[in-house]
Nanobody
Framework: QVQLVESGGGLVQTGGSLRLSCAAS????????MGWFRQAPGKEREFVAA????????NLADSVKGRFTISRDNAKNTVYLQMNSLKPEDTAVYYC??????????????????WGQGTQVTVSS
């Protein structure tokens, strides 16, 4: 059983930056693909980014390409989401997720086995 705990959310102005972290415990972190999803009020959860276990492959949603970067530190059992040039439409609860099938960087939430509780990101205009 993998436990995931997100941190780093908060309130930021348009154009600002935040770095989210997700600390994992209870499993072999380095064998999982890690992903970030987000859910805004009244909307479905959507894919943001994913990184393979070896960091050799990443997958980013078109809406965040050029602004967000996903990375991981397997020695620290932590995955990061660096968010730059934030926009009001990035406002959402951000969730970290783990996929045991480490060969893919899926954008489908149903492929992920474990989820964190989420961290709120609010971008003011």
């Amino acid at each position: 059983q993998v436990q995931l705990v997100e941190s780093g959310g908060g309130l930021v102005q348009t154009g600002g930056s935040l770095r989210l972290s997700c600390a994992a415990s209870g499993g072999t972190f380095s064998s999982y693909t890690m992903g970030w999803f987000r859910q805004a009020p009244g909307k479905e959860r959507e894919f943001v980014a994913a990184v393979s276990w070896s960091r050799s492959r990443t997958n980013l949603a078109d809406s965040v390409k050029g602004r967000f970067t996903i990375s991981r530190d397997n020695a620290k059992n932590t995955v990061y989401l660096q968010m730059n040039s934030l926009k009001p439409e990035d406002t959402a609860v951000y969730y970290c997720a783990a996929d045991h099938s480490y060969t893919r960087t899926s954008d489908d939430s149903s492929d992920y086995d474990y989820w964190g509780q989420g961290t709120q990101v609010t971008v003011s205009s």
